[in-house]
């Protein structure tokens, strides 16, 4: 079965410092993960996504993730954070089909703050 | 085309009473998924449809949610005598298959359920 830990339920940086919010995954085969992010009163909006090709993946808004294998990691970075980064975060498994036929996998969030 | 739309956005109701949810995907996805997202958690999974099959339900779904897609466009979720624990954001998405790989889900913006 897959599941995913965000180790982080809130991250709080200063505008213009980097952003690091961490993820581990466990998966009986190898994953598709994604990052997805939340604004609030907004739909969720697929930020970037890894499968199998590329382990260093860039998406939206200047945000990119490595997918380690040894570490069952996929941390999502951006190197200058800006103030309409703020919002919740969701790592996000699915299987080799997608999760069992296709449905994702949520983690339970991470809350970015970005101060002035 | 506008994206996933989803109607209402709020739907606030006495325990008991029955709701009905409404689904748009966009217009080309044959695949469309029911989500529930409550407080300070991810999205969880409730059940999924190609076309107008109903492919997998959750054990969340308990007996008072029912989903239907009758032409395979858009779908209603119902659930039957309310409960406060259904208080929650119901959200819907929809994604388009190609063979074996992952596509990209998009999400509406929820319909927020209150049960008083």
């Known amino acids: 079965a897959q599941s995913v830990t965000q180790l982080d339920s809130h991250v709080s940086v200063s505008e213009g410092t980097p952003v690091l919010l961490r993820c581990n995954y466990s998966s009986s085969y190898s994953p598709s993960l994604f990052w997805y992010v939340q604004h609030p009163n907004k739909g969720l909006q697929l930020l970037l996504k890894?499968?199998?090709?590329?382990?260093l993946v860039k998406g939206i808004n200047g945000f990119e993730a490595e997918f380690k294998k040894s570490e069952t990691s996929f941390h999502l970075t951006k190197p200058s954070a800006h103030m309409s980064d703020a919002a919740e975060y969701f790592c996000?498994?699915?299987?080799?089909?997608?999760?069992?036929?296709?449905?994702?996998?949520f983690g339970k969030g991470t809350k970015l703050s970005v101060k002035p | 085309d506008t994206g996933v739309s989803q109607d209402p956005r709020h739907k606030i109701t006495k325990r008991g009473q029955n709701v009905t949810f409404r689904c748009d995907p966009i217009s080309e996805h044959n695949r469309l998924y029911w989500y529930r997202q409550t407080l300070g958690q991810g999205p969880e999974f409730l059940t999924y449809f190609q076309n107008e099959a109903q492919l997998e339900k959750s054990r969340l779904l308990s007996d008072r949610f029912s989903a239907e897609r009758p032409k395979g466009s858009f779908s209603t979720l119902e659930i039957q005598r309310t409960e406060q624990g259904d208080s929650a954001m119901y959200l819907c998405a929809s994604s388009v298959t190609a063979g074996r790989s992952y596509n990209e889900q998009f999400f509406g913006p929820g319909t927020r359920l209150t049960v008083l």
């Open positions: 890894y499968t199998s090709a590329a382990t």
């Open positions: 996000v498994v699915s299987g080799p089909l997608g999760g069992s036929q296709g449905n994702l996998i």
